[in-house]
């Protein structure tokens, strides 16, 4: 298993390197090119600086004896054009111009070392919360979503408002507002889009990518849908564990594979992660844990610390599972609480990733992870 920690570039991200090198464990930057706009080819030059900020120390911290380094082998994510999921030209892009730039991507970054990519298929928004910073009982804040707040919206763009409004300055991946300005053509395109038809667009973009990382030793990783439900009459295929079966069956490639992002997938009751990174763990290359806790009948839901006790995720058990296969690819801790005064900092973090929750996270993976292994090789001698 390899520890890795979301960063979002320089002057983009209220952690710094040196922060997160005090952390143990963490080996891999898991980052991207954040202003890039979906459907836009990344250049090797682009990718080779962002990974030489990544990957060097400045002489300032050689000076200083600093030695640990970090690889930059994850990138998340690398977003799926509209375009290419409806299958129509959105926003002047057409789906075959939107293919070839994201394919020219993904053979850069292979060019580059890349080992795994992540993206997501669901139409419109990315990850969604009615509430960034909703305050817990112990006295931090997490992300939270009211379900009955967002069946009661019937025009999504009050939920791109309140969003754009609440993250403050930093950009909040997946809600770039260049591309949600032209909201209601974003939604034209899905217009009485089928399941049947979507997942035949996701094929298409399936087979059109995976030679590409097969060439380039890229693997492909899909990140459930965040909730993992419909949302305003779309169709979301990434949400349960025959959908994600679906969906790695539409290639079968093994560079079709899975970013399991527990929490995500958690959201919708009924779904049970453990099972799911027993079902799919040959095609899991990246992993995000964290814990969320229901708290209504209608499936509303706050953002929690990593232990299982904390929350209805048994990240416990998840990590038993793993240590049992002893997993070799990337985990990285994902949303986090805001601690300890954050909120109060001039530059208030990202909702989701701040430091220390997410410090403490990788503590809790560590320790059940030691434990686990120590437990299978003592059972094995
Ligand atoms: C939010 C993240 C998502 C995720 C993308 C993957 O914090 O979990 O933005 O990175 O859905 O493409």
Redesign the pocket.
Known sequence: MHIGFRWYGEGNDTVSLDDIRQIPGVETIVWSLQRKPAGLAWSSDEIHHALHVIESLSPSDEERGITRSFNGNVV??V?VHESIKSGKTVLGLSRDEALDHYRTTIANLGKAGIKVV???F?PVF??LRTDLYHPLPDGSTAMYYDAAKVSRLTDPSILVDRMLSSGGKLTL??WEPERLAHLPELITAYEGMTRTQYLKNYQTFLDAVIPVCEKYDVRLAV?PD?PSFDLFGWPRVVSTQEGIKKVLSLNSSQYNGL?L?IG?FSSRKGNDAVQAVHAFMDRIYFT?VRNIKFTDPQGSFTEVACRASEGDVDTASVMREYAEHNYQWYIRP??GRHLWNENELKHRPRP?YGLYDRALSIQYILGLWDAFRMDIEGRKS
């Open positions: 998340e994510s977003n992540t993206y997501n669901m990315d990850w991946t997946g990140h965040d970013c992002c995500s995000h994902d949303h989701g």
